[in-house]
């Protein structure tokens, strides 16, 4: 399988289906909440996840930075080369195993590994479980992608553990085809920076951290915004 040529493997992202949060209106953004059963998928979002397994197995994606990426069919990917990251929400575990269960591959097997560097942005505990109302003071302070909420990560914190995701699923995986299932600002902040690594066509570094390190910068990363995703939304990345 061809591979853009400072990674190994090619990357589709996946936001987890429509959660019993989206549809409470909270914002649940700890690990010790995201991974309780009652914050997991809603019915709806539990076909989200369903039909975006049988669209990543089967269906061309559209275009997304002006090539296209089919999907696993129309790309001649065997199965065997899939493998699915996610993170330990409940939420996303959830979507991650209707979309194996879709792919027929088994949950519990080395094909899908959970990595706790996926795990959705803490907002802080002033914002934990509170509404969604709540969201447009989190924007306001992003105008700084380096500037948190009191106890919580800024933009640049998560760029920094999703680089080490990527370092992780790089040195594991070879020639695969990867689905990353994660939340709304985690998936803006990645597709933020592999966009911006790929688009530097004379990088300093060969080492996919100090790529990614390079464009951890305020003009590039206050740009994620611009890569949201709908619930339950796949999107071909690299």
């Given at each position: 399988?061809?591979?853009?040529?400072?990674?190994?493997?090619?990357?589709?992202?996946?936001?987890?289906?429509?959660?019993?949060?989206?549809?409470?209106?909270?914002?649940?953004?700890?690990?010790?909440n995201g991974m309780l059963?009652?914050?997991?998928?809603?019915?709806?979002?539990?076909?989200?996840?369903?039909?975006?397994?049988?669209?990543?197995?089967?269906?061309?994606?559209?275009?997304?930075?002006?090539?296209?990426?089919?999907?696993?069919?129309?790309?001649?990917?065997?199965?065997?080369?899939?493998?699915?990251?996610?993170?330990?929400?409940?939420?996303?575990?959830?979507?991650?195993?209707?979309?194996?269960?879709?792919?027929?591959?088994?949950?519990?097997?080395?094909?899908?590994?959970?990595?706790?560097?996926?795990?959705?942005?803490?907002?802080?505990?002033?914002?934990?479980?509170?509404?969604?109302?709540?969201?447009?003071?989190?924007?306001?302070?992003?105008?700084?992608?380096?500037?948190?909420?009191?106890?919580?990560?800024?933009?640049?914190?998560?760029?920094?553990?999703?680089?080490?995701?990527?370092?992780?699923?790089?040195?594991?995986f070879q020639g695969c085809?990867?689905?990353?299932?994660?939340?709304?600002?985690?998936?803006?902040?990645?597709?933020?920076?592999?966009?911006?690594?790929?688009?530097?066509?004379?990088?300093?570094?060969?080492?996919?951290?100090?790529?990614?390190?390079?464009?951890?910068?305020?003009?590039?990363?206050?740009?994620?915004?611009?890569?949201?995703?709908?619930?339950?939304?796949?999107?071909?990345?690299?």
């Open positions: 399988m061809e591979t853009t040529t400072f990674l190994r493997n090619r990357y589709w992202v996946l936001r987890h289906g429509r959660s019993i949060p989206n549809e409470k209106g909270l914002i649940v953004s700890s690990m010790e059963s009652q914050y997991q998928l809603a019915s709806e979002g539990v076909d989200q996840a369903r039909s975006a397994g049988f669209l990543f197995e089967k269906y061309p994606q559209s275009l997304f930075a002006g090539f296209p990426i089919l999907e696993l069919k129309e790309s001649n990917i065997p199965l065997e080369n899939v493998r699915i990251c996610y993170s330990p929400f409940s939420r996303t575990t959830h979507t991650a195993k209707v979309v194996a269960s879709v792919l027929d591959l088994p949950f519990e097997g080395p094909q899908c590994k959970v990595l706790e560097d996926l795990r959705e942005r803490f907002f802080g505990p002033s914002f934990e479980l509170m509404s969604h109302d709540k969201y447009p003071e989190i924007w306001a302070l992003d105008e700084d992608p380096f500037t948190r909420s009191e106890g919580g990560e800024s933009v640049a914190d998560v760029a920094s553990r999703l680089a080490h995701a990527m370092e992780t699923m790089e040195s594991e085809a990867i689905l990353v299932v994660s939340h709304g600002d985690p998936l803006q902040i990645l597709q933020t920076i592999l966009n911006a690594v790929k688009e530097d066509k004379d990088p300093s570094s060969d080492d996919l951290a100090s790529r990614i390190e390079a464009v951890r910068v305020p003009s590039i990363l206050s740009q994620h915004r611009k890569f949201a995703l709908l619930t339950g939304e796949l999107r071909a990345v690299i």
